[in-house]
């Protein structure tokens, strides 16, 4: 969606490096969520940022979200091959009925 | 596991056909939403549906339909199917009508030839 875009399309790290994935919505963000998937497989739900400045983590996952710069970051820190899939920001953004409008997602690969 | 449960997982057919794809969300929740996924246009947001009802619509052609039923699970019914309708869908649900903390189904992948 042009409306939110996620930054890099692929992403190719040696195992134990960190990397960072973007998304940047043209709009004002009211909610931004993250997934993974696996190739053809379903989406597995990873953190909800709701507010500006919110910043969790979840293992060695780090999201936060930049209301000014309705932006979010996705940080891997010490990459592992299981971190591997794609990743798909989605956000609830101005004029959308409150669904989610989805970025066109970030294939990540971690090399053993 | 989610806990969503779509099935089938997978499904081949030919074009001008009709099928049917189901969905059985979470326990409790009484959203459920379709989303159809191809390569050229990514995720899309079809429908939703709370509590037997449609509550929003997406980006979902005059073709398909879908309704919830009392027992809550859903069904995307997908009409006179063109190549180009072979995709991803998938259904997620949430516990209230806000699409938050959707959870998604595994996804039916369907192939029209």
């Known amino acids: 969606s042009q409306e939110l875009e996620q930054s890099p399309q692929s992403l190719i790290v040696q195992e134990g490096k960190n990397l960072t994935i973007n998304c940047t919505s043209s709009?004002?963000?009211?909610?931004l969520y993250w997934y993974k998937q696996k190739y053809g497989e379903g989406l597995i739900f990873l953190m909800m940022l709701q507010k500006g400045g919110e910043e969790k983590s979840h293992e060695k996952i780090t999201a936060k979200l930049d209301e000014k710069k309705q932006q979010s970051s996705l940080h891997i820190t010490a990459s592992q091959p299981s971190h591997a899939g794609i990743y798909l920001c989605g956000a609830d953004i101005e004029g959308s009925a409150r669904q989610l409008t989805f970025g066109s997602g970030t294939q990540l690969t971690v090399l053993p | 596991d989610s806990g969503v449960t779509q099935t089938p997982k997978h499904l081949i057919t030919a074009t001008g056909q009709r099928v049917t794809l189901r969905c059985s969300p979470r326990?409790?929740?009484?959203?459920v939403y379709w989303y159809q996924q191809s390569l050229d246009q990514g995720l899309q947001f079809l429908i939703q549906?709370?509590?037997?009802?449609?509550?929003a619509k997406g980006n979902i052609l005059e073709r398909f339909s879908a309704q919830q039923f009392p027992d809550l699970h859903s069904e995307l019914n997908l009409s006179s199917l063109e190549l180009g309708d072979s995709a991803l869908y998938f259904c997620a649900s949430s516990v209230g009508y806000r699409n938050t903390e959707a959870f998604f189904g595994q996804g039916t992948r369907l192939t029209v030839v």
């Open positions: 326990s409790g929740d009484l959203s």
């Open positions: 549906y709370y509590n037997g009802e449609e509550r």
């Open positions: 709009k004002t963000l009211y909610g």
